[in-house]
């Protein structure tokens, strides 16, 4: 069975900083996807990042690039999203996503790939 634990999220204020972590355990093979959504209350689920951890490929939103960073730590199917510059409209619950897929169906959409998933883990951006 496939679980994701995630860590990381907190409330910073304006240009602040945060660095998401996701662990998958329960993959047996490294054709994985792996990323971060967000959902704020009243708006829709949007893919933030992703990457393919057999490649090392990686998706930015136009709203996390530039900004945010997706890397992994391949051996602990681990991966990390660093968040900096944060603004007040980054706020939203962020849900770690995992799901066995080939690199190009990864980059293009992970939604459509995802099969697991996290709890979630919430981002809050203030004054």
């Known amino acids: 069975q496939v679980h994701l634990a995630e860590s990381g999220g907190g409330s910073v204020q304006p240009g602040g900083s945060l660095r998401l972590s996701c662990t998958a355990s329960?993959?047996?093979?490294?054709?994985?996807?792996m990323g971060w959504f967000r959902q704020a209350p009243g708006k829709a689920r949007e893919e933030v990042a992703a990457i393919a951890l057999d490649i090392g490929g990686t998706y930015y939103a136009d709203s996390a690039l530039g900004r945010f960073t997706i890397s992994q730590d391949y051996a602990k199917n681990t991966v990390f999203l660093q968040m900096n510059s944060l603004k007040p409209e980054d706020t939203a619950m962020y849900y770690c996503?995992?799901?066995?897929?080939?690199?190009?169906?990864?980059?293009?959409?992970?939604?459509?790939?995802?099969?697991?998933w996290g709890q979630g883990t919430q981002v809050t951006v203030s004054s």
């Open positions: 329960g993959y047996s093979t490294k054709n994985i996807c």
């Open positions: 996503a995992a799901g066995l897929t080939t690199w190009r169906s990864c980059l293009s959409s992970l939604s459509s790939d995802a099969t697991d």
